[in-house]
């Protein structure tokens, strides 16, 4: 997926030259076809794959001609990554003011949540970090405000607690940390 969002992208480039261009994207010349694929989009319900062969059907690339049907829609269904991550939403112009949002399958939202905000750090990543940290702050600690030392003390104290949850329970592998379990690992180690 994410190799065709890339060659997606790459067809689109100002350097691409204008004959390998993908020339089903929306532009001022095609308007009349994105006009088109709106109307027919709204015209009934349609699924992702029926959207695909309309897009096919007028000729027009149906991903980002179906951004001109979001607007006089009613009813709009997308994934979680697309609902939850405020530059999806700008760029598909949805908003949420003012507007019902129902979640099905809710129970997995928390999940989603920390897929998308999480990230995965090596036990050597921290330990490198908490090391250029205290390189760092012997250079400089003289030289930093007081708040800017407190800020930097606090990262210190939170690669110091996760690297020795990692070093002591899990062993020097790759383990995936979210920010939700390193902000209680962190309140934890705070607050002793
Ligand atoms: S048709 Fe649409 S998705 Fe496919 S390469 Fe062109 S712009 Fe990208």
């Known amino acids: 997926m994410t190799a065709i969002n890339e ?40 699924d992702i794959e029926e959207l695909g062969f309309l897009g096919r059907e007028i000729g027009i690339c149906p991903y980002y001609a179906s951004r001109s049907a979001i607007r006089p829609s009613e009813i709009v269904t997308l994934p979680y990554p697309l609902l939850l991550q405020k530059s999806a939403r700008e760029v598909l112009g949805i908003s949420l003011k003012g507007h019902v949002l129902i979640i099905d399958e809710a129970h997995n939202i928390m999940d989603a949540i920390s897929g998308i905000h999480g990230i995965s750090v090596t036990l050597a990543q921290l330990k490198r970090s908490r090391a250029q940290l205290g390189l760092y702050l012997q250079k400089f600690r003289n030289r930093l405000m007081g708040k800017n030392r407190v800020y930097v003390a606090q990262v210190v104290r939170l690669l110091d607690s996760l690297a020795g949850y990692l070093d002591g329970k899990a062993g020097p592998m790759v383990c995936a940390l979210h920010f939700k379990k390193i902000a209680v690992l962190s309140n934890k180690s705070l607050a002793s």
């Open 7 to 46: 060659r997606c992208l790459e067809l689109q480039q100002p350097s691409t030259p204008t004959d390998k261009k993908c020339s089903f994207v929306p532009s001022k010349e095609n308007q009349p076809l994105v006009t088109s694929f709106r109307d027919h989009a709204l015209a009934t319900i349609r």
